[in-house]
């Protein structure tokens, strides 16, 4: 089949009803997290597997945390290619929303609902893609692998990084369909959440002077972390890196020079810098201020989630910019998102290139009437089905002859990481 039959073909069979379906059916099924409660949602995918072809396990990593693995099946000697979605979202505020959080209702083009962008719309467009390969009775160049995963949004513990842990993550190239407005997201921030506690001397609040007050020490910490004035270059998709000091306790009454003060801090990270490295940055600032560590403040390293990047030359790179040019007749955008997602895993632990792009508005995401666009899910379904019917390990597509893009970016040399 040459490709414009084949992107005419695939064109032909992406159905509108369907992929809304299975957005609307994932956001009927709440999945919050916290508490973080997949089961129902993966029970509900698990039983639709055989429908849908897919041979399902489940991993479960807690009490109540499962994780879905989806294959066409074992294909020796073809590459894979994993798909990454979380089926978690973040929890919702019912009162807030005018549209139901629950409810998947579609109007004026867009689908509402707590995770139908972030990314429910994404993980059922990814399905609907292999639908359509299969409707169409496409024999897949690769082996075809779906983890649907719990835990993303607080971290991924529960989800793909337990995984990992357990060695089941193996393919040789990723797709994450995260809300990423359909352009291909090939760099991320990472975070370092940390606490700095301030030491003072307490006295009697009506003479301060024979004290020393860890708010006020506090109160200088957070405005120079603020202001954000570590050495750094700025990232081409990522600009530069921020501090934000989220929290701030400290004191026990209004009569008392207080002893301690704690900050929380969110402090994101650019590819490059690496935890020590953040650290140093806090702690030379603290120190403009004539603040040391250990004496005058305590800094504990809450959570550190590393950044991550593909080279946009990358192989994989080209090959999904390629499929997206075939299927939309457009180039697509690039970008970088400023939070992280299980990419990072992908990318800094198993060597997996991997591409985030999905349906969805970022802006979106986690708010109040989150919604995913119905023509976003549909040319989504679209991209997807010609990466899993082109994804050959070593040619993107079955036939350039007459493609209108670079469509020979091959994907060969694309690193193996089984
Ligand atoms: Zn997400």
Redesign the pocket.
């Known amino acids: 089949m040459t490709r414009p039959d084949l992107v005419r073909q695939i064109r032909a069979a992406v159905d509108v009803e369907t992929v809304v379906g299975l957005t609307r059916d994932l956001v009927r099924i709440r999945s919050e997290n916290p508490p973080g409660r997949e089961t129902e949602v993966v029970a509900h995918l698990r039983e639709r597997a055989p429908d849908l072809g897919l041979a399902a396990t489940v991993v479960e990593t807690a009490p109540g945390r499962q994780n879905l693995l989806l294959t066409t099946g074992s294909r020796p000697g073809k590459p894979v290619l994993l798909v990454n979605g ?1 089926l978690d979202t973040v929890p919702v505020r019912p009162a807030a929303w005018r549209h139901d959080p629950f409810g998947g209702e579609v109007t004026d083009g867009r689908l509402y609902g707590r995770g139908s962008a ?2 429910k719309g994404g993980v059922a467009a990814a399905l609907t893609g292999w639908q359509v390969c299969r409707s169409l009775g496409l024999e897949l160049p690769c082996e075809l692998v779906f983890h649907l995963v719990a835990d ?2 607080l971290g991924g513990a529960q989800g793909t990084a337990a995984l990992v842990a357990r060695d089941l993550v193996h393919a040789d190239a990723c797709l994450d369909p ?2 990423t407005g359909l352009k291909l997201c090939l760099a991320e921030r990472g975070l370092m959440f940390a606490t700095v506690t301030t030491s003072g001397v307490p006295a009697h609040g009506s003479e301060p002077a024979n004290g020393r007050s860890a708010i006020i020490s506090a109160a200088a910490i957070a405005q120079v972390l603020h202001d954000n004035e570590f050495p750094q270059t700025p990232h081409p998709l990522l600009g530069t890196t921020t501090c934000n000091v989220g929290t701030i306790r400290g004191g026990s009454g209004p009569n008392v020079v207080p002893e301690e003060c704690r900050l929380e801090i969110d402090r994101r990270i650019l590819p490059g810098e690496s935890r020590a490295i953040a650290v140093q940055g806090i702690v030379d600032r603290i120190a403009s201020l004539g603040l040391a560590r250990g004496t005058d403040y305590d800094l504990q390293v809450d959570t550190f989630c590393e950044p991550s990047e593909i080279s946009p030359g990358h192989p994989f790179v080209g090959f999904v910019a390629d499929t997206f040019t075939a299927m939309t007749g457009r180039a697509p955008g690039t970008t970088g998102l400023p939070f992280t ?1 299980d990419a990072r895993f992908m990318r800094n632990q198993l060597g997996i290139p991997s591409v985030v792009f999905g349906p969805g508005d970022l802006a979106v ?1 986690h708010t109040v009437d989150e919604y995913v666009e119905v023509d976003a899910l549909v040319t989504a379904v679209g991209v997807y089905a010609g990466l899993f019917a082109g994804f050959a390990g070593t040619r993107p597509m079955t036939d350039n002859a007459a493609g209108g893009s670079s469509a020979d970016t091959a994907v060969e040399g694309v690193p193996s990481a089984r």
Request: proline share 11%; charged share 45%; net charge negative.
């Open positions: 979380h972030d990314m993303e949004e995260e809300p997602t995401a």
